[in-house]
């Protein structure tokens, strides 16, 4: 076997082994070494700049009396007087607790259905049949709230395709889709038809990535479909499950808009009025102006800042990676 | 996922030293400077008379009179027979311009290539007058987006009932749009004698404050449309179908109720209504508007008042008793054609739907006919009728126009403003002979396809800017039947309290009357109880009605001392 041959000279005996100190780059050293990897940032930093964070900085009109036909500077501060306007304001709390509730139910029906879907698509072993399944439960993602909301009108409305063929039978209209009552069920049969395809093709993504040695292996051992869901698809898609659980918690207060504004007439605000319609309702097209618009925007902006600390936090001591790594 | 190098921002530290600096310093900002209190949206009141800058009324000469002589507003004159068109302009003007206004547009809007458009950029003498249609059903919501991004081309048209849902239509009119003052004011008979024949009413009305607080700094800012008067609203019976099931045209709210009771029938699909919510708390002796009356020394809201529960079990009697269409809730029903197939007996809409049945029933082959209930009232109570209170319109320009153009642009409204029996009213209201009308047999224009969808839009050119006077035109028996209708309404049209005045009313109030609205619809709708009325009514009073009774009524007594 050859001597493996190095071109560093010899250290000469008794002489002590140097420890190099690499000296830390300056930011001049750096700049001049990387600038063609920040010139290629440039774009995508313009945009993050132009369209997200000088939008944000506009949040501050929510401590002003803000008119857009005063010049920025004349525009008094006026604390959180907006915040107060916001709190007191009697439909706030309600649209509030509206809010929680569709994204709780959202959260405890949706979520794991979009699991289950996943993983019976998974446990699916025809390719063609798969492929049809999955084009069935992933196509209404693409529709709009419009298409959705007139479907579900136009087949169990007051006078849609069954309330009719009721009638004929002698029956009575049904009022599913004007009846607040029965909202929370309508909301989950539309989340259910849109959104849970959109669901599963993730946790799908998620389970193709699990070795399937490690099936194989455990069929060997004599494990049966359910001990191999259970010990090994399960912990196998479990920081994604986590990963999208904590950025769900960061957006509960944001359920939607399109599908609450659309029914809004049909069941009534009282049924319908979410944090985001609420915004819109009272300053975008209302009288209430931008600045208390800016203050409920900012309102749900830091309670979900907070909300995706709060959770990855927990992920973290669970032992999940949450969505960064822990230092 | 990549284990992130010490010197990443993206550690949980570092997120949260970020999110930290974020929030203090949102926080401290404000802390840090004296804060005064929110002043915006507060309300205003404008008085509308009795200004020495208005453009001097000299009048115009009609070309021929009419033949039905009524008692204007609420009761205007009408022609029975279509007269020889004359020219209102002698001097038309040479000019080049092109403006771009932003108008509303319920349905369809026609091409801009039409030859509609090209006759009367050629007719005005060369002013090019380029129509931006937006939804009217969206427009008076969103219109306030474009104003405050200063988008909405070289001006903007909008219906007085429109204004309300601006937080501060006052501060966006005197920052946004053309002060005309200067240009308008005097006599301005020379260069166009048709905005001078204008009523000063109307002029009067398209003036604002640029201090709200200081009279004396009112000025012109809008340029007026027709002052129509009388009723807007009506709600249409199908005469047809009530004569075929042997029923009587109702003249109270309880014939009316017996009526509606007889004719529906809910599984074979036909109910006697479709919307009811805008024009019947008349029937019920409520007011208009913004819903104060002066009741026993105060002023008084609607929703104060005992008639008010009463409104409201009228309407939830017929959405219990499933007289009224199920989906009509949704608020996407085109009522119009329920009412044309006959699925709905009784349609609630403008006035133009009189005319509008006939020209859609005869150019669709339907038969059937319509007519609008006369003054209803529940209880033996006197009627009350809703009647047009101001000028229709006014069309803004933007501010940073030069005064040449808005002087051109002042050419074009001159030539907008000819009354009926001028070859400029025909153009506009008819359009092109041969493509958009021709002569019927008792010589009236009548419509052709495309004129029923180019020329008959509701809002167009010949909204731009008012007529000098507003008659009742139209077949000669439309034209009888609507001066006969007028006749008898007049006597019960709603006076106006606030004559003189235009009082905007707090951002506040307008928000709480919003929900007050929702909530009524709650109630109409079966989705609230009635007993849930003194609630509702104190949450209203509580959340900006209470406030906005002193505002209105340091207006009240502004006005009547």
């Given at each position: 076997m050859a001597a493996l041959q190095t071109s560093a000279p010899p250290a000469s005996p008794g002489q002590e082994r140097r420890v190099i100190v690499r000296r830390k780059r300056t930011v001049?050293?750096?700049f001049r070494s990387d600038w063609p990897l920040l010139l290629m940032t440039l774009p995508a930093m313009a945009q993050l700049a132009v369209f997200f964070y000088w939008p944000s900085a506009w949040n501050i009109i929510a401590f002003m009396d803000y008119s857009p036909h005063?010049?920025?500077?004349?525009?008094?501060?006026?604390?959180?007087?907006?915040?107060?306007?916001?709190?007191?304001?009697?439909?706030?709390?309600?649209?509030?607790?509206?809010?929680?509730?569709?994204?709780?139910?959202?959260?405890?029906?949706?979520?794991?259905?979009s699991i289950i879907l996943a993983l019976v698509m998974h446990s699916v072993?025809?390719?063609?049949?798969?492929?049809?399944?999955?084009?069935?439960?992933?196509?209404?993602?693409?529709?709009s709230w419009v298409l959705v909301v007139t479907v579900f009108v136009q087949t169990l409305g007051s006078d849609g395709l069954v309330s009719n063929w009721l009638l004929g039978l002698g029956g009575d209209r049904l009022s599913f889709t004007s009846n607040p009552d029965t909202f929370l069920f309508l909301a989950w049969l539309q989340w259910a038809w849109k959104d849970a395809g959109w669901g599963m093709i993730i946790f799908l993504a998620a389970l193709a990535s699990i070795n399937p040695s490690l099936y194989e292996?455990?069929?060997?051992?004599?494990?049966s479909r359910w001990r191999r869901m259970w010990h090994i698809t399960l912990p196998g898609i479990r920081p994604v499950i986590v990963l999208l659980l904590i950025l769900h918690i960061g957006g509960i207060l944001t359920v939607g808009f399109e599908q609450y504004q659309l029914q809004r007439d049909a069941i009534g605000y009282q049924t319908t009025e979410v944090l985001d319609t609420f915004i819109y309702y009272r300053s975008v097209i209302g009288t209430e102006g931008p600045s208390f618009g800016t203050a409920a925007g900012l309102f749900k902006g830091v309670i979900g800042l907070i909300l995706v600390l709060v959770a990855n936090n927990v992920a973290h001591r669970l032992g999940e990676q949450g969505i960064y790594q822990k230092s | 996922m990549a284990t992130p190098s010490d010197g990443s921002i993206f550690r949980r530290r570092s997120l949260f030293k970020a999110a930290g600096l974020g929030i203090a310093g949102a926080a401290g900002l404000p802390v840090i400077a004296a804060c005064?209190?929110?002043e915006t949206g507060s309300g205003?009141?404008?008085?509308?008379?009795?200004?020495d800058f208005l453009p001097e009324y000299k009048e115009w000469p009609l070309p021929v009179e009419p033949d039905l002589i009524g008692e204007p507003p609420n009761h205007p004159s009408g022609f029975t027979t279509y007269p020889e068109p004359v020219p209102a302009i002698e001097n038309v003007p040479s000019n080049s311009g092109t403006f771009e206004i932003t108008v509303p547009m319920w349905g369809e809007a026609p091409s801009p290539s039409e030859p509609y458009f090209a006759a009367i950029t050629e007719a005005c003498g060369g002013t090019q007058v380029n129509l931006r249609q937006a939804d009217g059903m969206t427009y008076a919501e969103t219109s306030v987006q474009w104003l405050n991004a200063n988008e909405f081309g070289d001006g903007i048209m909008f219906f007085s009932w429109m204004t309300g849902s601006n937080p501060n239509f006052q501060e966006t009119v005197v920052n946004t749009f053309y002060d005309l003052t200067d240009i308008v004011k005097g006599d301005i008979s020379e260069r166009w004698p048709l905005l001078a024949g204008l009523p000063t009413a109307s002029w009067g009305q398209s003036v604002w404050s640029t201090d709200p607080k200081d009279p004396d700094s009112a000025r012109v800012f809008g340029i007026p449309g027709s002052f129509s008067g009388g009723p807007g609203n009506a709600v249409f019976a199908r005469t047809d179908l009530l004569e075929a099931d042997g029923l009587a045209m109702p003249t109270t709210v309880e014939e009316l109720l017996e009526v509606a009771r007889a004719w529906s029938d809910d599984a074979g699909g036909r109910w006697a209504f479709g919307g009811l919510d805008y024009l019947t708390p008349s029937w019920f002796g409520l007011a208009s508007a913004d819903g104060w009356a002066y009741i026993d020394g105060k002023l008084v809201h609607n929703c104060e008042r005992p008639e008010y529960t009463?409104?409201?079990?009228?309407?939830r009697t017929v959405w219990d008793e499933k007289l009224v269409h199920p989906d009509i809730p949704s608020g996407t029903l085109d009522g119009q054609a329920l009412h044309k197939a006959g699925t709905i007996l009784f349609q609630l809409d403008g006035i133009s739907w009189w005319?509008?049945?006939?020209?859609?029933?005869?150019?669709?082959?339907?038969?059937?006919?319509?007519?609008?209930?006369?003054?209803?009232?529940?209880?033996?109570?006197?009627?009350?009728?809703?009647?047009?209170?101001?000028?229709?319109?006014?069309?803004?320009l933007r501010k940073d126009l030069s005064k040449e153009q808005v002087e051109e642009f002042l050419d074009f409204c001159n030539f907008a403003s000819a009354p009926f029996g001028t070859t400029e009213y025909e153009l506009l209201n008819y359009g092109v002979e041969g493509t958009d009308f021709n002569y019927g047999p008792d010589g009236v224009p009548v419509y052709t396809a495309s004129g029923a969808k180019v020329v008959q839009a509701p809002v167009n050119h010949k909204t731009i800017s008012g007529h000098v006077q507003q008659f009742i035109t139209g077949t000669p028996d439309m034209v009888q039947a609507r001066f006969e209708y007028n006749a008898a309404l007049k006597d019960f049209a709603e006076v106006n309290i606030f004559e003189g005045m235009r009082v905007e009313g707090p951002a506040d109030f307008k928000s709480a009357a919003q929900v007050l609205n929702d909530q009524q619809n709650d109630i109409a709708y079966g989705r609230a109880e009635l007993s849930t009325i003194p609630d509702m009514v104190q949450t209203f009073l509580d959340n900006g009605g209470e406030a906005a009774r002193e505002h209105y009524t340091a207006a009240y007594d502004k006005l009547h001392g």
């Open positions: 001049a050293q750096r005063r010049a920025f500077w004349d525009n008094p501060l006026v604390g959180f007087a907006w915040f107060e306007r916001l709190f007191a304001n009697p439909y706030f709390t309600p649209a509030l607790l509206n809010t929680l509730k569709y994204s709780f139910a959202n959260l405890l029906f949706l979520f794991p259905l072993v025809s390719t063609k049949v798969r492929s049809v399944f999955q084009s069935i439960v992933y196509l209404p993602y693409f529709f292996a455990a069929a060997v051992d004599g494990a | 005064s209190d929110i205003s009141s404008q008085e509308t008379s009795g200004f009463e409104w409201l079990e009228f309407r005319q509008g049945f006939v020209d859609q029933a005869a150019a669709e082959g339907l038969t059937g006919s319509i007519a609008p209930l006369g003054a209803l009232s529940a209880k033996g109570r006197e009627p009350l009728v809703y009647v047009n209170q101001s000028v229709d319109s006014w069309t803004f």
